[in-house]
């Protein structure tokens, strides 16, 4: 069965560094997405992707945040200039795109990513 | 503004138990309901949805979840727990009248299931 995949499972950055988590969604979607999920909180939309466009984005992805498709297969999230309250864990999903907000989204693994 | 709430953070059912995870939601409009588990280390893995229909919806490993309008309530259920459903439930909604596509989740439950 087809599954959102992520790299690095677990990125540790200095305050400040740009990081770049990657997703590889599944191939025949075309609806993309970041969540993050602070330690102990629930869930938070960031961002939705589609056909190389931001189609809705959150309070929460601020000018530090950014979003690309480099290829056919990667959708990655940038963090510019991280700080310490970004330290979260990173959810990448994906939809098939039919065109209805009843798709299900398909979850990756996660990035755990810690801001030193 | 639509929000979730999940009541409970933690539920435990000894093994051959019902289960019950409890899951209240607040959308302007009428919602479109998920279950999502998230077993450690793992990604978030999808459960069951209630887009319209029957209220009963039937999911993956045996859980199903009943849609409740009056009590706007999407509490998910299995009728006999197993030791390998321990895992973390997250409750997620989106509101039909929103034109985008984010969902908006619930704090997690976390479910122990006991031998």
Known sequence: ???VTQTPSHQVTQMGQEVILRCVPISNHL???WYRQILGQKVEFLVSFYNNEISEKSEIFDDQ????????????????????EDSAMYFCASTRGLGTST?????????RLTVL | AQSVAQPED?????????????????????????????????????LLKY???????????????????????????????????????FCAVRDRSNSGYAL??????????TP
């Open chain 2, 51 to 89: 887009i319209t229909g029957d209220n009963l919806v039937k999911g993956s490993y045996g859980f199903e979840a009943e849609f409740n309008k009056s009590q706007t309530s999407f509490h998910l259920k299995k009728p006999s727990a197993l030791v390998s459903d321990s895992a973390l439930y």
């Open chain 1, 1 to 3: 069965e087809p599954e």
């Open chain 1, 65 to 84: 945040f950014s979003v690309e498709r480099p290829d056919g297969s990667n959708f990655t999230l940038k963090i510019r200039s991280t700080k310490l």
């Open chain 2, 10 to 46: 933690q539920v435990n059912v000894a093994e051959g138990n019902p289960l019950t995870v409890k899951c209240t939601y607040s959308v302007s409009g009428n919602p479109y309901l998920f279950w999502y588990v998230q077993y450690p280390n793992r990604g978030l893995q999808f």
């Open chain 2, 104 to 113: 908006n989740f619930g704090k997690g439950t976390s479910l122990l299931v």
């Open chain 1, 31 to 33: 609806y993309f997405y």
């Open chain 1, 103 to 111: 798709d299900t989204q398909y979850f990756g693994p996660g990035t």
